[in-house]
Nanobody, 125 residues
């Protein structure tokens, strides 16, 4: 069946960089848009970014534009999130999501088909 797993979480100093990856199996990977969400303790889950099935038209939460970059490798069935200039407020559990459709309507506006288990990102000052 479908399996979605995130990798790359860890502890980073503010201003540093980290790259997350997400492997997805058990589905036709390029049939779906892919996205990233995050949730910090005591806060609601929020959409981070989404990318179309073919790796085009990435969309980001406004606060993350210019710092985060989403990409995908359809041959390897891997989704990436490059995070630069990390801030304290970026600390959260990051979740990979398979979107129900091929397209994104926003960083969190599309229905999610499958979720990963999450990977923890900690940012220190």
């Amino acid at each position: 069946q479908v399996q979605v797993v995130e990798h790359g979480g860890g502890s980073v100093q503010a201003g540093g960089s980290l790259t997350l990856s997400c492997t997805a199996s058990g589905l036709t990977f390029d049939n779906y848009a892919m996205g990233w969400f995050r949730q910090a303790p005591g806060k609601d889950r929020e959409g981070v970014s989404c990318i179309y099935w073919d790796g085009t038209r990435p969309v980001y939460a406004d606060s993350l534009k210019g710092r985060f970059t989403i990409s995908r490798d359809n041959r390897k069935k891997v989704l990436y999130l490059q995070m630069n200039n990390l801030k304290l407020e970026d600390a959260a559990t990051y979740y990979c999501a398979v979107v129900e459709y091929r397209y994104c309507s926003g960083p969190s506006a599309d229905p999610v088909r499958n979720w990963g288990q999450g990977t923890q990102v900690t940012v220190s000052s």
